[in-house]
């Protein structure tokens, strides 16, 4: 699994590993798409509810993570 710069930037600005990203992708709460047709896995790390998007084209390019407030 690779990960874009923004990815990075935010995994970094929050503390985030790779292996509790790819443990939301691997183990999601929901899962839906955005209007581009990217998938998108919603899970937690550290007890924080985040969206990983993941590239339509390429399921092992993560594009971003977003902390959530909710679903």
């Known amino acids: 699994m690779h990960f874009s710069r923004h990815a990075k930037n935010e995994m970094r600005w929050k503390g985030w590993a790779q292996r509790e990203v790819l443990w939301v992708i691997s183990n999601p709460v929901k899962i839906d798409s955005d209007a581009y047709g990217h ?7 550290r007890g924080d509810l985040v969206r990983v998007v993941v590239a339509a084209d390429d399921p092992e390019f993560v594009i971003t993570i977003h902390p959530r407030r909710h679903f």
């Not at 998938?39 to 790390?45: A, L, Q």
């Open 39 to 45: 998938p998108r896995y919603f899970g937690y790390i």
